[in-house]
T-cell receptor, first 112, second 115 residues
């Protein structure tokens, strides 16, 4: 079983749609959780950190369920500029180990 | 503020040759990481420096890979001799401070092709 698994996608949605990404992780000791965004042939960039209480940043909402080892990202009112690959990322170790473990990513295309 | 920079952006070499990738982290970031994405696979961790010390090198594939960070500033990743399966995009990232929750800022990557 992979450490971080995501919806394989791809997702094709019209502008204005709501789209949800799901992710599960296998290591129950995981400490920190993130969603990164990666545009085609570019580097990953942090979109949001994910907290246990859930957090929202404009049109983006992230949720974490530690009991189910499940992370989600919701994008409301999607824009053309949201087209990218969304990466679920977990830091599975505490202390001084900052290794990030990535999911394979889910490609989103928002169509006009 | 300048971001993480990597050199070269692309490298095409033949099997058996040596290649050295360079990463310049964001100024003041003690933590420097190397990651790799092989085609069709997820991005995978290679190693983590804190200043000039290797904190975690559990992701290094084998002893053909050598990473250094002399002086705790820029880092190099040397592959010698390169094999076909080493092809991929090598990302460097850096982060400040002493928390695993801190954002890791990624460089644009070096696309390595081994023929």
């Amino acid at each position: 079983r992979k450490e971080v698994e995501q919806d394989p996608g791809p997702f094709n949605v019209p502008e204005g749609a709501t789209v949800a990404f799901n992710c599960t992780y296998s290591n129950s000791a995981s400490q920190s959780f993130f969603w990164y965004r990666q545009d085609c042939r570019k580097e990953p960039k942090l979109l949001m950190s994910v907290y246990s209480s859930g957090n929202e940043d404009g049109r983006f909402t992230a949720q974490l369920n530690r009991a189910s080892q499940y992370i989600s990202l919701l994008i409301r009112d999607s824009k053309l500029s949201d087209s990218a690959t969304y990466l679920c990322v977990v830091n599975s170790n505490g202390g001084s180990n900052y290794k990030l473990t990535f999911g394979k990513g889910t490609l989103l295309t928002v169509n006009p | 503020e300048a971001g993480v920079t990597q050199f070269p952006s692309h490298s095409v070499i033949e099997k058996g040759q040596t290649v050295t990738l360079r990463c310049d982290p964001i100024s003041g970031h003690d933590n420097l990481y190397w990651y790799r994405r092989v085609m069709g696979k997820e991005i995978k961790f290679l190693l983590h420096f804190v200043k000039e010390s290797k904190q975690d090198e559990s992701g290094m594939p084998n002893n053909r890979f050598l990473a250094e960070r002399t002086g705790g500033t820029y880092s190099t990743l040397k592959v010698q001799p390169a094999e076909l399966e080493d092809s991929g995009v090598y990302f460097c990232a850096s982060s400040p401070g002493t928390s695993g929750r801190n954002e890791q800022f990624f460089g644009p990557g070096t696309r390595l092709t081994v023929l």
